[in-house]
């Protein structure tokens, strides 16, 4: 078999939307490692949360020799200054380095941010020191996925951050080497997560609606056909092993039915969801909301969000 067509696969979703599941299914594959919500590996460094492999990630011997890869290669230590390894803005919601993630930390990160979109969507100038933020963070990816193809030697790295903002960023900086899955869920299904977790109406639907709006144009500018591959949550759940075998010919592999056992692969994913501990491989489709959602709910959703479910492909 040829060289996969694809170094670095990178998924792209709203939160809530089955990435952690699809992360543990493509990082199964022999020929696969995946890293989950990598961004933020140098929180999870500062803070030595858990590693998927059990071990606390500082401890881990996986990240241990990705960290000495890393300090031969651009002179880095991750593990005594974490920071030092700039990823990209980290936007966390569950586990916060606040002595990081302060209020000023994210005005700037939605200043850069912005600015990059508006330049990207909109060819619109922006001052090099801004382009330059965004470009060393990918240019460090790249080099922490190769520092992990070296350790793993894996030849696909698969990234769940989820950001469309960073699956833009990884393809200009390597088009050859960088796949892009959209991974979507029916919008309803989002929503009613949210619901039952307690947020209103508005916050529930929010962050669903605007990771999409924003997007879908900017992939259409910034991405051609052929490096972006829509998968659904609903037919991954469904149907894993068509979905996985569809993905693999897209990134050019071939499919293996032992990625369908995740739960008994070994991984090294330091942020994610976490039913990455989970000892089961089992698949359940959540569609709870069919049945549970109230019909107020379901017309608030209608009269804010069904162009967009549709453009997703959600109708019915």
Not at 117 to 137: D, E, G, H
Not at 218 to 227: H, I, N, Y
Request: net charge positive; glycine share 6%.
């Amino acid at each position: 078999m040829t060289a996969p067509a694809a170094k670095n696969l990178f998924i792209c979703a709203a939160g809530h939307s089955g990435s952690t599941l699809l992360d543990l299914l493509l990082g199964s594959h022999s020929r696969a490692t995946s890293l989950g919500e990598v961004t933020q590996l140098p929180k999870n460094l500062a803070l030595n949360t858990s590693c998927t492999c059990g071990s606390p990630v500082r401890a881990c011997d996986f990240w241990k020799a990705v960290a000495q890869s890393l300090a031969k290669r651009l002179n880095i230590d991750m593990l005594s200054h974490p920071y030092a390894l700039d990823l990209g803005f980290i936007d966390a919601r569950v586990v916060v380095d606040v002595a990081r993630q302060t209020r000023l930390y994210a005005l700037w990160r939605k200043l850069v941010t912005g600015m990059m979109y508006a330049s990207w969507r909109y060819n619109l100038p922006i001052p090099t020191p801004f382009a330059n933020i965004y470009i060393k963070a990918m240019d460090n990816n790249l080099s922490l996925y190769d520092a992990v193809r070296e350790v793993s030697g894996c030849s696909v790295i698969v990234d769940s951050t989820k950001h469309y903002m960073k699956a833009v960023g990884l393809y200009r900086q390597a088009p050859e080497n960088t796949r892009v899955i959209l991974l979507t869920r029916d919008g309803r299904g989002v929503f009613y997560s949210n619901l039952k977790r307690g947020f209103g109406q508005k916050a529930s639907l929010e962050s669903w609606l605007t990771h999409y709006a924003r997007a879908l144009p900017l992939f259409e500018k910034q991405l051609p056909p052929s490096a972006v591959m829509q998968v659904r949550y609903e037919d991954l759940c469904c149907d894993p092993a068509s979905t996985l075998e569809r993905i693999c010919s897209f990134v050019g592999l071939a499919f293996e039915p032992t990625m369908l056992d995740f739960s008994q692969h070994k991984h090294h994913i330091a942020n994610g969801n976490d039913m990455r501990f989970l000892a089961s491989s089992e698949i359940r489709c959540d569609e709870r909301w069919r049945e549970e959602m109230s019909q107020e709910d379901i017309t608030y959703f209608k009269r804010s969000a069904w162009e967009m479910n549709c453009r997703l492909g959600y109708s019915d």
